[in-house]
């Protein structure tokens, strides 16, 4: 049931870590690439990219962003707490401030805005970690596609499967809760326990059934981004192959369990557009660029998002 938000003051922070790892990975690439020579290249293969692209790289972000944003307000719905289209899909943007982080674990801030609407921590974390699991089992659906065309990543389809089986045996033990905790500390083990009960319900096969199908579109979108930007540059390259190739990157840096992946992500996509056919300076540029419109725009969108939410709690506690 619905409860009226209470009047909180919600500080707005502005997100220095994100932006300083954010310097780090731009100086790391424009330096790899200058160190291999080709910093003329690099720069050259950025004004290479159309102008168009950019644009529809950004807006495929936008469309799985608000896909993403549409299956969590979903789950919170399946556990019975119905959010304002307006409310929820800013909320969930707003958690994209804190993406950075193992796991994307930074999100689960969206539970501290949710109080206010009457969703307690369990049910925001489950949807948090429902979100996670559909999303890997997603994108390592997809990755497997990056064997399409024989350009030499057959290998990933065993990888990916095998440590998909791996982190689904792991959510379906009793371990989890323990493990997260190890990792994360006892408050993020104490949560994942309360959320216990709600997550299996989030479990189940015909709530799967109905959010993989956005869910594939989601990060399929990003995908044909990347296809978008590699193309742009002038190189030929299948479709599915260059999503395979894109979600397969994402998979590498999420196993990293560097914060949003960062840096391996990236490492990863330059090593297996390498791998792909193009030089050093146009894969560096075309990570850069895709990175740069799907995670960055994220973290930017997040920061406004937060920004209004403090305006508007603001605003009703001077009311």
Do not use: N
């Amino acid at each position: 049931m619905m409860v009226a938000p209470e009047r909180r003051r919600l500080r707005f922070r502005v997100p220095v870590r994100s932006l300083a790892l954010l310097v780090i990975v731009i100086v790391g690439g424009g330096a790899y690439a200058l160190l291999r020579g080709d910093g003329p290249a690099f720069l050259g293969a950025l004004t290479r990219i159309p102008p168009g692209t950019w644009l529809s790289v950004a807006g495929l972000a936008l469309i799985s962003y608000g896909l993403r944003a549409v299956r969590w307000m979903g789950m919170l719905g399946h556990l019975g707490y119905s959010l304002p289209r307006g409310a929820g899909m800013t909320v969930y943007i707003a958690g994209f401030a804190l993406t950075l982080t193992p796991a994307k674990a930074g999100e689960t801030i969206r539970a501290m805005y949710l109080l206010p609407w009457g969703v307690p921590v369990g049910a925001s974390v489950a949807a948090f970690v429902a979100e996670r699991l559909m999303d890997l089992v997603a994108v390592t659906g997809l990755s497997v596609l990056a064997g399409w065309g024989g350009q030499g990543f057959t290998w990933a389809v065993p990888v990916v499967a095998a440590g998909g089986a791996a982190i689904l045996m792991l959510v379906r033990s009793r371990l989890l809760p323990d493990v997260v905790g190890r990792i994360m500390g006892r408050a993020a083990g104490d949560a994942l326990i309360q959320a216990v009960g709600p997550l299996h319900a989030l479990l189940r096969l015909q709530v799967w059934m109905r959010w993989v199908g956005p869910t594939l579109l989601a990060w399929g979108a990003q995908g044909v981004a990347f296809h978008l930007v590699v193309t742009g540059l002038g190189h030929a390259g299948p479709l599915p192959g260059l999503v395979g190739l894109y979600c397969l990157a994402i998979l590498l840096g999420a196993l990293s369990f560097m914060p949003g992946g960062l840096g391996a992500t990236e490492a990863a996509l330059v090593i297996l557009l390498e791998r792909h056919g193009l030089g050093v300076a146009d894969a560096v540029a075309a990570g850069l660029v895709t990175r740069g419109l799907t995670l960055w725009l994220a973290v930017l969108l997040g920061s406004l998002a937060t920004a209004r939410l403090a305006v508007v709690r603001s605003q009703a506690s001077e009311g």
